[in-house]
Protein backbone atom coordinates (compact mmCIF):
# COMPACT_ATOMS: atom_id res chain seq x y z
CA UNK A 1 0.00 0.00 0.00
CA UNK A 2 1.53 3.47 -1.33
CA UNK A 3 0.77 6.31 0.66
CA UNK A 4 -0.50 9.33 -1.27
CA UNK A 5 1.44 12.11 -0.65
CA UNK A 6 -0.13 15.88 0.33
CA UNK A 7 1.92 18.53 0.88
CA UNK A 8 0.14 21.45 3.11
CA UNK A 9 1.45 25.52 1.98
CA UNK A 10 1.26 27.44 5.13
CA UNK A 11 2.12 30.23 6.32
CA UNK A 12 2.56 31.47 9.75
CA UNK A 13 -0.63 32.47 12.12
CA UNK A 14 -2.94 31.36 9.34
CA UNK A 15 -5.89 30.07 11.07
CA UNK A 16 -7.05 28.60 7.81
CA UNK A 17 -3.58 26.82 8.06
CA UNK A 18 -4.59 25.17 11.40
CA UNK A 19 -8.13 24.28 10.08
CA UNK A 20 -6.22 22.60 6.84
CA UNK A 21 -4.08 20.77 9.68
CA UNK A 22 -6.70 19.47 11.38
CA UNK A 23 -8.55 18.17 8.36
CA UNK A 24 -5.96 16.26 7.16
CA UNK A 25 -5.42 14.76 10.68
CA UNK A 26 -8.95 13.33 10.31
CA UNK A 27 -9.30 12.37 7.37
CA UNK A 28 -5.39 10.52 7.38
CA UNK A 29 -6.93 8.17 9.83
CA UNK A 30 -9.26 6.83 7.05
CA UNK A 31 -6.89 6.96 4.31
CA UNK A 32 -3.23 6.64 3.72
CA UNK A 33 -1.70 9.82 3.15
CA UNK A 34 1.58 10.92 3.76
CA UNK A 35 1.18 14.64 4.80
CA UNK A 36 4.24 17.38 4.38
CA UNK A 37 4.08 20.88 5.70
CA UNK A 38 6.01 23.43 3.53
CA UNK A 39 6.39 27.21 5.11
CA UNK A 40 5.45 29.65 2.52
CA UNK A 41 7.68 31.73 4.64
CA UNK A 42 10.46 29.50 2.85
CA UNK A 43 12.14 29.95 -0.90
CA UNK A 44 10.47 26.42 -1.54
CA UNK A 45 7.18 27.12 -0.74
CA UNK A 46 6.98 30.51 -2.43
CA UNK A 47 8.84 28.33 -5.26
CA UNK A 48 5.78 25.87 -5.20
CA UNK A 49 2.53 28.43 -4.58
CA UNK A 50 4.02 29.81 -7.88
CA UNK A 51 4.58 26.78 -9.84
CA UNK A 52 0.86 25.41 -8.81
CA UNK A 53 -0.94 28.57 -8.71
CA UNK A 54 -1.84 28.82 -5.27
CA UNK A 55 -3.57 32.61 -4.82
CA UNK A 56 -3.18 32.11 -0.84
CA UNK A 57 -2.74 29.85 1.67
CA UNK A 58 -3.40 27.52 2.97
CA UNK A 59 -2.64 25.61 -0.21
CA UNK A 60 -2.92 21.44 -0.80
CA UNK A 61 -1.48 19.55 -3.63
CA UNK A 62 -2.12 16.01 -3.50
CA UNK A 63 0.91 14.15 -5.52
CA UNK A 64 2.27 17.20 -6.59
CA UNK A 65 -1.04 17.94 -8.08
CA UNK A 66 -2.87 21.36 -7.12
CA UNK A 67 -6.07 20.44 -5.21
CA UNK A 68 -7.21 23.56 -3.13
CA UNK A 69 -5.92 26.80 -1.71
CA UNK A 70 -8.25 28.59 1.39
CA UNK A 71 -10.07 26.88 3.48
CA UNK A 72 -9.90 23.48 2.99
CA UNK A 73 -13.27 21.65 2.43
CA UNK A 74 -13.39 17.72 4.05
CA UNK A 75 -15.73 16.66 2.48
CA UNK A 76 -13.77 17.68 -1.49
CA UNK A 77 -11.01 16.03 -0.05
CA UNK A 78 -13.08 12.89 0.70
CA UNK A 79 -14.57 13.00 -2.37
CA UNK A 80 -11.28 13.75 -4.48
CA UNK A 81 -9.61 10.33 -2.42
CA UNK A 82 -12.26 8.28 -3.26
CA UNK A 83 -12.37 8.83 -7.01
CA UNK A 84 -8.71 8.27 -6.67
CA UNK A 85 -9.43 4.95 -4.95
CA UNK A 86 -6.93 6.03 -2.19
CA UNK A 87 -5.30 3.51 -0.16
CA UNK A 88 -6.78 2.85 3.04
CA UNK A 89 -4.99 3.40 6.52
CA UNK A 90 -4.13 -0.03 8.50
Known amino acids: MT???VTLLSAPDCELCEHAKAV???VGEE???EVAE???ATEAGRDLMVRHRVAFPPGVLIDGEAFSYGRLSERKLRRE???RDAPRAS
Do not use: H
Open 38 to 40: CST
Open 3 to 5: ALR
Open 31 to 33: YAL
Open 81 to 83: LAA
Open 24 to 26: LAR
